[in-house]
């Protein structure tokens, strides 16, 4: 076997992962002219790329560009950076069930969002509103990755989440218990339910300046993954500075699922669900699985937004507790496959 | 200390969760030497490794081919010493390809689908001294222990790092395995490198190794050519064992024999 051989065989994987982001590329497009031509007023794709580009009439015009494109636009980003927490998270820890929602991260940042509504600090379309949550996802992933420690194995992860959100979760009733407002607590708990419906260009410019950020910080540290899949120490050794790693990524999460909190509320399971489906195709290494797992996690929320509009129902399904009918017994379906990790407390 | 020593340590100390485990270690070790460490589990060989690769925080001076350790950025010392852990863990199945290939990390080579042709042929010399080409596209978790063994050091060797530090290379192998890791060592001291790997086996490192340092409660307590080393005075104070000692092919047999 010569240096040509073992580069081909690299090549024909790296051509097999370029079709399947070219794939996921596509069906995140189709899907956008699909949110966009969903609602009341039904529009053909055809339609929503004409009134796009400033075609059609001016109701066709308003309908896809001032009130249906804010929600896709949401939906696209919010479900991109979920995908890739998720993977970066699971790449962190080496473990496949590590995802934001089962850190408690978005419930911590829902705490932190509704503590700031119920002080009456802010209205829902402030930037006090993102930095709060945001300051809660960071404090929940920290304070989580502090009581794991630097080898967690899959228990003490899956129980510090536990507790984190159960205490999110708490924190969050106290506040609504708390408040002396009933429509003020109406509209908490609505909001806690997560949804996409009726945002503006406002909401896009609160969430998206931190998704962005968020982003960047995790892609920026792509490589380490893969050389921590051999450890933290071996990847220290390779000259990797996991220390500086972890807060990295830390920050990233809480960037993101905090920005995409405030403005929507929490959306669970896109993280977990995301890389999971990409496994197969893409392959384990957990740098390679970051961008698909990104773009699967925005066809997830897209479909999911989408199948709430369709869903016939008396008042509305919200986003959020759709993606958790389905993610909790994804959930449970890999607690069963990694049953043998959990038993033997390793992994 | 002579000067021509690639590696140095000055009164090294080591303090973890309170305890000294590292009790003013001083070595100077040269390139093309295959040094093996031994002692009684505790004695403080893994941390000694450890600290050299900067992966514990140390007291003392450690010198590596003329530079201070704590001078030396991240990167720098990754490229200086490569360090191959116990255990062999791979937390994702990933291509043996890959895993060797995450050897070029240090040099820039973050991408395994993407190595400069100088890259890849660092990642396959290291592949054919190992004998793992053959399966350099299965998955690791598939492979069996001894294969993913050769797998590890292979990343190890693609380093080509001027220091191998190898913890327990030979642990849990069958003994034609043992025999194809000290090999693999052997050729990369006999190369010039400066090979440290740290053994239970004294049959292993009286064989395969140079100079030997034997570690008792965190002090070097004796060190030399295997037959000096590990001369029956320190194999009695420190293993509380008396060995078979004999001469074979021109290298020192010393095989455990009966404790005392």
């Not at chain 1, 945001?134 to 510090?160: D, K, P, Q, Y």
């Not at chain 1, 369709?310 to 986003?319: A, E, G, M, N, R």
């Amino acid at each position: 076997m010569s240096v040509q051989n073992v580069m081909v065989t690299a090549d024909i994987a790296a051509r097999r992962r370029s079709g399947v982001l070219a794939g996921l590329l596509i069906l995140v497009v189709l899907l956008a002219l699909i949110s966009l031509g969903i609602g009341p007023v039904r529009l053909s794709p055809v339609a929503v790329i004409d009134a796009l580009f400033g075609g059609g009439s001016d109701v066709q015009q308003v309908i896809v560009r001032e009130i249906r494109l804010p929600r896709t636009i949401l939906g696209f980003a919010i479900g991109a950076i979920l995908g890739l927490s998720g993977a970066a998270l699971q790449g962190l820890l080496r473990n496949p069930l590590a995802s934001p929602s089962l850190f408690g991260a978005p419930q911590s940042a829902a705490f932190g969002a509704v503590l700031v509504i119920a002080l009456g600090l802010a209205d829902v379309r402030s930037y006090a509103l993102p930095v709060a949550a945001i300051a809660m996802a960071f404090a929940s992933v920290f304070v989580l990755l502090t009581i794991a420690g630097r080898n967690a194995g899959l228990l003490i992860l899956i129980l510090a989440g536990l507790a984190i959100s159960s205490l999110a979760g708490a924190a969050t009733a106290l506040v609504m218990n708390l408040s002396s407002n009933p429509f003020v607590v109406l509209e908490i708990a609505f909001w806690l339910l997560g949804s996409l419906e009726d945002r503006s260009f406002r909401h896009v410019v609160l969430a998206l300046p931190f998704i962005v950020t968020g982003a960047i910080v995790l892609l920026s540290q792509r490589n380490a993954f893969r050389a921590l899949s051999l450890g933290e120490e071996t990847a220290q050794s390779l000259g990797v500075d996991v220390g500086r790693l972890r807060l990295l990524v830390i920050t990233g999460v809480a960037l993101g699922v905090g920005g995409a909190v405030a403005v929507t509320g929490t959306i669970g399971f896109i993280g977990l669900v995301a890389p999971h489906l990409m496994r197969p195709l893409i392959g384990h290494d957990p740098t390679r699985l970051l961008v698909p797992s990104a773009f699967t996690g925005a066809a997830l929320l897209l479909s999911a937004d989408i199948a709430v509009r369709i869903i016939p129902s008396t008042t509305d399904i919200k986003v959020g507790v759709l993606t958790s009918i389905i993610g909790v017994p994804f959930f449970l379906y890999l607690i069963m496959r990694e049953r043998r990790a959990l038993g033997g407390g390793v992994a | 200390m002579t000067a021509s020593a690639f590696l140095n340590a000055w009164g090294v100390n080591v303090t973890l969760a309170g305890r000294l485990v590292l009790n003013d270690v001083s070595l100077a070790l040269s390139s093309g030497h295959l040094v093996a460490l031994v002692g009684p589990n505790g004695a403080g060989k893994t941390t000694l490794l450890r600290a050299l690769a900067g992966l514990v925080p140390s007291e003392g001076v450690i010198e590596v081919g003329g530079d201070a350790l704590s001078s030396l950025a991240l990167r720098e010392r990754a490229r200086r010493f490569a360090y191959l852990p116990q255990g062999h863990v791979v937390h994702w199945p990933l291509a043996a390809r890959d895993i060797v290939a995450l050897g070029r990390y240090p040099h820039g080579a973050t991408d395994p689908a993407r190595l400069t042709p100088k890259d890849a042929e660092a990642v396959l010399r290291a592949m054919q001294a190992t004998d793992v080409v053959e399966f350099s596209e299965r998955r690791v978790t598939e492979l069996s222990g001894g294969e993913r063994s050769r797998v590890a050091l292979a990343r190890v060797l693609a380093v080509e790092a001027p220091v191998i530090l190898a913890d327990e290379p030979t642990a849990s192998l069958d003994p034609r395995h043992q025999f194809d890791v000290m090999k693999s060592l052997r050729a990369s001291a006999d190369k010039g490198v400066l090979v440290i790997a740290v053994t239970h086996d004294l049959g292993l490192a009286a064989r395969f190794a140079d100079t030997v340092l034997v570690f008792s409660d965190g002090r070097l307590v004796s060190q030399g050519a295997p037959a000096e080393a590990l001369s029956e005075t320190t194999m009695g104070e420190v293993f509380r064992i008396s060995a078979y000692r004999a001469e074979y092919q021109c290298e020192a047999v010393i095989v455990p024999w009966a404790e005392i």
